[in-house]
T-cell receptor
Framework: LAKTTQPISMDSYEGQEVNITCSHN???????ITWYQQFPSQGPRFIIQ???TKVTNEVASLFIPADRKSSTLSLPRVSLSDTAVYYC?????????FGTGTRLQVFP | GAVVSQHPSRVICKSGTSVKIECRSL??????MFWYRQFPKQSLMLMAT?????????EQGVEKDKFLINHASLTLSTLTVTSAHPEDSSFYIC?????????????FGPGTRLTVL
């Protein structure tokens, strides 16, 4: 069974850039990578999705190297409200696998 | 846009009873709906995928007779936990997608916390 792993936790300060990585060694050709944010006792909220290279939207960037075996979510300038758990999701033709999740704590 | 609701948000029931959880897409038609289970401090685990008008597809290890899923319309899917036991206590989250594939964006509901006594 494919495993999608992330660092358990990360700490940062307000205003800093945060990069969260996800390892998905068994990613298949048809798989896309999506990142979600989850607050306690809430459903995940969509952040960004990509297939390869770099994708940017108004809240984040997603970097995917050529071999696609990993991806990095970049949050440009975090604030206290960005404290949450971040999940990568690898989804394709026949699977949906959430990563193990990274708990980001932002300090003032 | 793309709002998904779940009801109830929290339910406590006795062991052996059945519980129904509703998932609704409020402002779009959901061709596909997904049901997940999340235990404390763990990631989301996909339980099943349902397409409107079709039988749900269950993930390996998920008992289809215990977790009944109905996707009767393009805006409503229900998950019924039959004969619930304490080990079924968990956070159940649905998501909805206007597309048909696993690569389409999913919009998640707020979740339902089930506690079985």
């Amino acid at each position: 069974l494919a495993k999608t792993t992330q660092p358990i936790s990360m700490d940062s300060y307000e205003g800093q850039e945060v990069n969260i990585t996800c390892s998905h060694n068994n990613i298949a050709t048809n798989d896309y990578i999506t990142w979600y944010q989850q607050f306690p006792s809430q459903g995940p909220r969509f952040i960004i999705q990509g297939y390869k290279t770099k994708v940017t939207n108004e809240v984040a960037s997603l970097f995917i190297p050529a071999d696609r075996k990993s991806s990095t979510l970049s949050l440009p300038r975090v604030s206290l409200s960005d404290t949450a758990v971040y999940y990568c999701l690898v989804g394709g033709t026949d699977k949906l696998i959430f990563g193990t999740g990274t708990r980001l704590q932002v300090f003032p | 846009g793309a709002v998904v609701s779940q009801h109830p948000s929290r339910v406590i029931c006795k062991s052996g009873t059945s519980v129904k959880i509703e998932c609704r897409s409020l402002d779009f038609q959901a061709t596909t709906m997904f049901w997940y289970r999340q235990f404390p401090k763990q990631s989301l685990m996909l339980m099943a995928t349902s397409n409107e008008g079709s039988k749900a597809t269950y993930e390996q290890g998920v008992e289809k007779d215990k977790f009944l899923i109905n996707h009767a319309s393009l805006t409503l899917s229900t998950l019924t936990v039959t004969s619930a036991h304490p080990e079924d206590s968990s956070f159940y989250i649905c998501s909805a997608s206007p597309g048909t594939g696993y690569t389409d964006t999913q919009y998640f509901g707020p979740g339902t916390r089930l506690t079985v006594l």
